[in-house]
């Protein structure tokens, strides 16, 4: 299955918003670090191993402070660069802006995770106020035009400076950012830019503030025990827990996930109640109250399309995609819609034997999108015997992760895990672990974060605390944050095959982090095209249900025994099982996706519900059973999490993964050589040379669709690709 989950790439992106307006560098700016006590944890990097953030001594008041004293220290950096009066040089202009920025760097990214994982009102009022002053931050930096100069003159001359692959591409990109950030307009045209770009990283933050509001208020709360009818008793003692959390003693809630359709649907036998519940979940955020999104929605996507036309692009997406593999939005939507005919074909195909064991069992009624999870494990029961509850015994969420995503990374990489206990963590549900290489050498932190809780934004990502880079000397400490039910105390911690989907996902870009292998910190780990990034997360998704693996790590969470081969068995058989869904939600997002950021200025304001409905008719995927799998006002990834244009790239992603997958295939499957050949040419790479011949070098030609389609079950239903 796709996996619809947020990465946060880069703190810049996902936590502040969009680069953006002017802060003039000053006597005072030029203080920079010394304005700040050295008593605060960020003053200086960390002691703890691999500078790994000090949890344990770090307070909600520091952040404000340390992040606006790393932005006038780095300002003061950027401003000698940019006046001194030497020619520019690799060695005087780029590296220098490489090591710029530490203190930023170190208190960004620890704020980062905090905000995304473990926030407060405290903080989100931080978020609020540094947002417009981190779009100034940047935009003093990218229309700098002295800096830009020396960037320029490198950019001009650069086949005759003697420098290697990395540094050529590192040139590249630095000229490309200041081009693309607006260094080239006239002084009018970068005010207008300035504003635009503040007043988008304030909305951002806002979207997400709002929407987590919305996530909380929308828990259905039950009080009648009956209307939980399904619900195992692990189910009912969690919806238990976290009623009694939001001081409702007595009662159930049952929370929402970030997605349209919820978990809770598969097993919930009351109708009324799914009803309730799909509806608490897609009309979150639009009540017209203080949590409603759709007015920064709105604004958005003018605000984009205007900061689009500035750059000299018709729309935002073709501003998005001009430095994404897919070069253009007409290329990523042909991949879309050529698969919208397959999709939607199956997907009635789903609907209609869900229908017929609806009439069959007498019911009166017609399918609705609410009975879609419910009514599917039922035809998954009828016609393979198989249901989550005969899974779930043996996905206990610990030997998941130690005996399944630790054991593939050692068959394929030789990496070794040993826990941590004497790190500080966020929470306690946190654990670290120090991960070794195959020679035996200390190469990494890895922090799990894997329970949902009420301070945690929606989704599962991967992000770093501390990047790698040989220039720097650092070595990669990263997290994996995922939203699986906890479970109440005394329960055993059960997970779904989606969620042990999930882990593996995740930790493939964990990978990606920490087998990083570059010099320079803006090339390192997941800094790649957005539909390159999602490549090596979805490749490692394939490993969960690798027999090997598998074997490994299924096994009943009471009794250590081992997965019957029957059920094993049917789970195969179930492999492509609702992909028809599953891929028709997705398209059906990422096309709202792309239609949004496609709009022009003169397009104007739209209405966000009408808008939406009628994209979906126009596209020919507005299936009433299928909704998409995020509706416009909850789309997280696209309003607040650097994904605006991008979604796509899940897609153009899994043609990659496949396609890679069916080369392991190919030379022997999972061995130690395969990986290493893929640890070399793919995930130590970071973004050293253009993805598309970093790919065509692993696999010996361009990727084909074809595994792709075969994969979801959709190779049968689809006009021959090309």
Known sequence: MMRTKLLTMTMNMVLFGAAGALLQPTDALAKGAATLPASNP??????????????DKIKDADYQPAIEAGMREQIAEMDKIAAQKDAATFANTIEPMERSGQMLNRVG???????????????????????????????????????????????????????????NELVERYYRNFVR?????????????????????????????????????????????????????????????????????????????????????????????????????TERAEHGDANDTRAII??????????????????????????????????????MTDMVPAATAKARGEAAAMQALIDKNGEKFKLAPWDWQHYAEKVRKAQYDLDESQIKPYLEINRVLEDGVFFAANQMYGLTFKERKDIPVYNPDIRVFEVFDKDGSSMALFYADYWKRDSKRGGAWMDNLVGQSGLMGTKPVVFNVCNFTKPAAGQPALISWDDATTMFHEFGHALHGMLSNVKYPTLSGTGVPRDFV???????EHWASEPKVFANFAKHYKTGEPMPAALVEKIKKAKTFDQGFATTEYLAAALLDMSWHSLGVDAGKQDVDAFEKKTL???????????????????????????????????????????????????????????????????????TEDMAKMYRDFRGRDPSVEPLLEQRGLKEEAPAAK
């Open 42 to 55: 960020f003053a200086a990097p960390s002691t703890l191993p691999f500078h790994a953030p000090p949890f």
């Open 109 to 167: 990214a620890v704020f980062g995770a905090i905000t995304g994982a473990n926030t407060n009102p405290t903080l989100q009022k931080v978020q609020e106020a540094i947002a417009p002053k981190y779009a100034e931050h940047q935009d003093a930096i990218f229309l700098n035009d002295k800096l830009f100069q020396r960037v320029k003159a490198l950019y001009d001359t650069r086949a005759t400076l003697g420098l290697d692959a990395e540094q």
């Open 181 to 281: 950030a607006g260094a080239q307009l006239n002084e009018a045209d970068k005010t207008r830019l300035r504003a635009l770009n503040k007043e988008e990283s304030t909305l951002t933050t806002d979207f997400s503030n709002k929407l987590l509001a919305a996530n909380n208020a929308g828990a259905v709360i039950v009080s009648d025990k009956a209307e939980l009818a399904g619900f195992s008793d692990a189910d009912i003692a969690a919806a238990a827990d976290a009623a009694k959390s939001r001081k409702m003693d007595g009662k159930y809630a049952i929370t929402l996930q970030n997605t349209t359709q919820q978990p809770a649907q598969v097993s919930l036998e009351n109708r009324a109640t799914r009803e309730k519940l799909f509806k608490a979940s």
């Open 298 to 335: 709105q604004r958005l996507a003018v605000l984009r399309a205007e900061r689009a036309k500035l750059l000299g692009f018709p729309n935002y997406a073709t501003y998005t995609l001009d430095d994404q593999m897919a070069k253009t939005p007409e290329a990523a939507e042909k991949l």
């Open 534 to 540: 999602e490549f090596p997360s979805q490749f490692n």
């Open 617 to 687: 008719h126009d596209l020919k995927i507005d299936m009433a059973e299928v909704p998409p799998r995020y509706r416009t006002s909850y789309f997280a990834h696209i309003w607040g999490g650097g994904y605006a244009a991008g979604y796509y790239a899940y897609l153009w992603s899994e043609v990659l993964d496949h396609d890679a997958f069916y080369w392991f295939r190919e030379h022997g499957g999972m061995t130690r050589e395969n990986g290493q050949r893929f640890r070399d040419m793919i995930l130590s790479r970071g973004s």
